[in-house]
């Protein structure tokens, strides 16, 4: 998949978790849907350490459609 347009197409509005190896580091990506199709994307470290900022290039890419 793609995108979170490809991922919200399969799941519809079922709960998923979604995982990404970057850099040797893997990242949790929480995201939500609003009524109007924007994305609210934040990251976090396995230790759940929120990491959105650190790597926002990875958060606008996840909420590129």
Do not use: N, W
């Amino acid at each position: 998949m793609r995108s979170l347009d490809d991922v919200y197409g399969r799941v519809g509005d079922l709960p998923f978790t979604a995982e990404f190896k970057y850099d040797g580091q893997r990242v949790q990506i929480h995201a939500e849907k609003s009524e109007k199709g924007k994305y609210s994307v934040c990251l976090f470290s396995r230790h759940l350490e929120d990491m959105t900022e650190k790597v926002k290039h990875i958060s606008r890419i996840s909420r590129a459609s």
